[in-house]
Nanobody, 116 residues
Framework: EVQLVESGGGQVQPGGSLRLSCVASGFDFRDSVMGWVRQDRGKDLEWVTN???????FYASFVQGRFTVSRDNAKNMVFLQMNNLQPADTAVYFC??????????RGQGTQVTVSS
């Protein structure tokens, strides 16, 4: 069974930082593209970043150098370091992977709230 379990969300003030973690199981993590997507209440799901098995990473334009994705293939984990968080970053953040075309899996999500 594919499982993705996120943690690390919380509430921070504008300009603050959070580090999200995701533990994966039930599929070949080392050979998989991992990513993060987010969804704020009432809005569409929004892609944030992908990281490939060789460590190459790509980011949405709104990240603007503030977020860094990384992975630990030995532990089946992917991380998202988020700095200089702004209210617009408030959302539920989901760890994701695409097992095959048309088969995307996500975890239950972790809430990130940025407010003063």
């Amino acid at each position: 069974e594919v499982q993705l379990v996120e943690s690390g969300g919380g509430q921070v003030q504008p300009g603050g930082s959070l580090r999200l973690s995701c533990v994966a199981s039930g599929f070949d993590f080392r050979d998989s593209v991992m990513g993060w997507v987010r969804q704020d209440r009432g809005k569409d799901l929004e892609w944030v970043t992908n990281i490939y098995k060789d460590g190459r990473a790509f980011y949405a334009s709104f990240v603007q150098g503030r977020f860094t994705v990384s992975r630990d293939n030995a532990k089946n984990m992917v991380f998202l370091q988020m700095n200089n968080l702004q209210p617009a970053d408030t959302a539920v953040y989901f760890c994701s992977t695409i097992l095959r075309p048309g088969d995307e899996r996500r975890g239950q999500g972790t809430q990130v709230t940025v407010s003063s």
